[in-house]
C-alpha cells in the first residue's frame, strides 16, 4: 500500500502562521477561529519556531504570564522538526511517533513554510488509504463514495 506525498495531502490548505512578536492572546484567537492546535512561527516565511495550545497552556497560564503580555518568542519551541513536502505520510507519522510530537511544519523546496500537518491529518488520511485498498475503490474524488456504497450493496 503507497501513501501519498505531504504535498498531495497539504495542496488545498489553508496556511495559518504567527509572527514571533505576536501576543499569546491573540495565538489563541487565531487557533480557535481557525480551528487549530498549532502554529507555525515565522520570520520571512520561514519557520522559526512553533506554539502548541499546549504550549499556551503550560508554559503561559500555568507558569503565570499574562496572554496579553507574553509573546510567541517567550512559549514558542524553536526550531522545531519540520518535513519536507516531497516526504509521505508514512515518514511523517514516523517522525511524530519518534519524537513524540503532534505537528510538523512543512517545508517546500526553497526550505519556507508552506503547510502544517497534524497526527489527525495523517491518520485520516491514512484510513481513507485503507478503505481504498480494502473496498477496491477510488480513493479521492467524487466517485469515491458511489463505488462504496456499490460495493456495501453488492454484498
Not at 25 to 50: C, D, N, Q, Y
Not at 126 to 134: G, P
Amino acid at each position: 500500500m503507497q501513501t501519498r506525498t505531504i504535498q498531495e495531502l497539504i495542496v488545498n490548505q489553508k496556511l495559518i502562521t504567527i509572527h514571533q512578536t505576536a501576543r499569546v492572546g491573540w495565538a489563541a484567537k487565531v487557533m480557535a477561529r481557525h480551528t487549530i492546535s498549532a502554529l507555525p512561527v515565522v520570520k520571512e516565511g520561514f519557520v522559526i519556531g512553533i506554539v502548541t495550545e499546549r504550549d499556551i497552556v503550560q508554559k503561559c497560564l500555568a507558569a503565570g504570564l499574562m496572554p496579553c503580555d507574553a509573546t510567541m518568542r517567550d512559549i514558542m519551541t524553536p526550531d522545531p522538526l519540520t518535513i519536507r513536502f516531497s516526504e509521505t505520510v508514512s515518514v511523517a507519522i514516523a517522525k511524530m511517533l519518534e519524537h513524540n510530537i503532534r505537528h510538523l511544519p512543512v517545508q517546500c523546496v526553497d526550505g519556507s513554510v508552506c503547510g502544517m500537518v497534524s497526527m489527525r491529518m495523517l491518520v485520516a488520511d491514512m484510513k481513507k488509504t485503507i478503505q481504498a485498498s480494502i473496498f477496491n475503490i477510488p480513493l479521492y474524488g467524487p466517485e469515491t463514495m458511489k463505488h462504496l456504497v456499490k460495493k456495501i450493496r453488492l454484498n
